[in-house]
Nanobody
């Protein structure tokens, strides 16, 4: 059974760091594309970044340079290292995966067919 399970969320003050983990089934950690999404309070869900099976990560402008994305195939895990956190980074964070290569590796929610349940990040000023 394919699954994604996030962990590592929490509450902290601005300027701090947090690392989110996404434990994935083997088929999903080796899937064509994985991504992190979030939903700031009162806003639409937005992509944080993506990472291809073969290729480097891409990032949204809002997190570029602060939130590196990585994978550990030995641990079947996807990570989001969150640095220099801001109150605007608050919200639930979810990992996602797609095995559909024809969909591309895009920062579009509809292009992902596997999702985790999410983990909450709260950043206070």
């Amino acid at each position: 059974q394919e699954q994604l399970v996030e962990s590592g969320g929490g509450s902290l003050q601005a300027g701090g760091s947090l690392r989110l983990s996404c434990a994935a089934s083997r088929n999903l950690v080796t899937s064509y594309c994985m991504a992190w999404f979030r939903q700031p309070p009162g806003k639409e869900p937005e992509a944080v970044g993506t990472i291809k099976r073969a290729g480097g990560p891409t990032y949204s402008d809002s997190v570029k340079g602060r939130f590196p994305i990585s994978k550990d195939y030995a641990k079947n895990a996807l990570y989001l290292q969150m640095n220099s956190l801001k109150p605007a980074d608050t919200g639930p964070y979810s990992c996602a995966a797609t095995i559909r290569t024809e969909w591309g590796c895009l920062m579009v929610r509809a292009r992902y067919n596997y999702w985790g349940q999410g983990t909450q990040v709260t950043v206070s000023s």
